[in-house]
């Protein structure tokens, strides 16, 4: 890749290509719906795909499911998808949002670039457990109210990943006083103040 990169993945120019195209689906599409906030439209591969790319480099060995929370315009959920369809064609990834436009969005972004991925139109809360070996989510909620999601859903040696701003730390710090978890903070490629939390090992903290 020279043109266009993803910091720290290797791809062809045929997935790069893929991304590219999502990128124009989602400024199609932002013209009628809200996918991206307008602030951001004209820096979707940096602020957008190439932040969610990078999550795929914390992908654990052996990963059959992965689930994605919230996944508005794509963000990683889709970015998950085409990447995995080089690196790891025997994940599959689930893509839970409930704005019913937005599930439509996924849903034709799926056709159009031949992605077999499931979207659940539903709230979070209403859809039973998955048993993922991976769950994700960016910019949906505290970190708090993302581990209750993940102890819900993900299997008992599942990975949480998820990139949080530059308030990460004080998240953390709100977190520990419900839950206990293994954390690993990684540097995030796009942000240098942001990070990605690789979880693990959730579960109610004994005072709360």
């Not at 045929?14 to 932002?30: A, G, H, P």
């Not at 940096?46 to 654990?60: E, M, N, T, Y």
């Amino acid at each position: 890749m020279t043109a266009v990169g993803l910091p720290g993945i290797d791809v062809s120019r045929e997935t790069v290509q893929s991304l590219l195209d999502f990128e124009m689906l989602v400024r199609k599409w932002t013209t009628a719906i809200n996918l991206v906030s307008k602030s951001t439209v004209s820096e979707i591969w940096q602020r957008h795909i190439c932040d969610s790319a990078q999550i795929f480099q914390h992908l654990p060995t052996g990963t059959k499911n992965w689930l994605d929370l919230g996944s508005g315009g794509g963000f990683p959920g889709i970015v998950i998808a085409i990447l995995a369809r080089e690196l790891a064609p025997e994940l599959r990834v689930t893509l839970v949002e409930s704005d019913k436009r937005k599930a439509t969005f996924l849903r034709q972004a799926a056709q159009q670039f031949g992605l077999d991925f499931t979207v659940l139109d539903k709230r979070i809360e209403s859809i039973p457990p998955q048993a993922a070996d991976v769950l994700s989510a960016r910019a949906l909620s505290p970190l708090s109210d993302l581990l209750s999601h993940a102890s819900t859903h993900l299997r008992p040696e599942g990975v949480a990943i998820f990139p949080k701003g530059a308030r990460y730390n004080e998240e953390l710090a709100e977190a520990r006083s419900i839950w206990a978890f293994n954390v690993e903070i990684k540097p995030s490629c796009s942000d240098p103040g942001a990070a990605i939390l690789v979880i693990r090992n959730i579960h109610r903290a004994a005072q709360a």
